[in-house]
């Protein structure tokens, strides 16, 4: 079995399963939705202390949790990224809010696509 994350969601805790998928109830998916960064807002602290993580693909980074958001800066292979935190985006999936240091660029990525599944601490 994957490595598996948990995010409170309405009292419940919510666990997303890193190599498989995750159904969702249409009333849980909709209060996952109600929960997360919107687009464009002020990024979450820096509350992972894991050190920087080596990109291994290049990856567009996105101004919030959600696929319908304004694309950002690339981060390039070999760039060392920053993680954040994560948070369940409007799309139900895990998203990783990150930093890559030497280049001044920030946003937000889907944990699939991360190194290490992104981080592992809730914003």
């Known amino acids: 079995m994957g490595r598996?994350?948990?995010a409170v969601v309405g009292g419940t805790v919510v666990l997303i399963?890193?190599?498989?998928?995750?159904?969702?109830?249409?009333?849980?998916?909709?209060?996952?939705?109600?929960?997360?960064?919107?687009?464009?807002?002020?990024g979450p602290p820096d509350a992972d202390r894991r050190p920087l993580v080596r990109a291994?693909?290049?990856?567009?980074?996105?101004?919030?949790?959600?696929p319908s958001c304004r694309p950002g800066s690339i981060v390039r292979?070999?760039?060392?990224?920053n993680y954040h935190c994560y948070t369940v985006g409007g799309d139900g999936r895990s998203w990783?809010?990150?930093?890559?240091?030497?280049?001044?660029?920030?946003?937000?990525?889907?944990?699939?696509?991360?190194?290490?599944?992104g981080s592992f601490v809730n914003c």
């Open 77 to 81: 292979v070999g760039d060392l990224m």
């Open 4 to 6: 598996v994350k948990n």
């Open 96 to 117: 990783t809010y990150l930093s890559v240091p030497d280049r001044n660029i920030r946003g937000w990525a889907r944990d699939d696509l991360l190194p290490d599944n």
């Open 17 to 42: 399963v890193l190599s498989g998928a995750l159904a969702l109830s249409p009333a849980v998916a909709g209060e996952v939705a109600g929960q997360h960064y919107s687009c464009g807002s002020s």
């Open 56 to 66: 291994t693909a290049e990856l567009r980074l996105l101004s919030g949790p959600s």
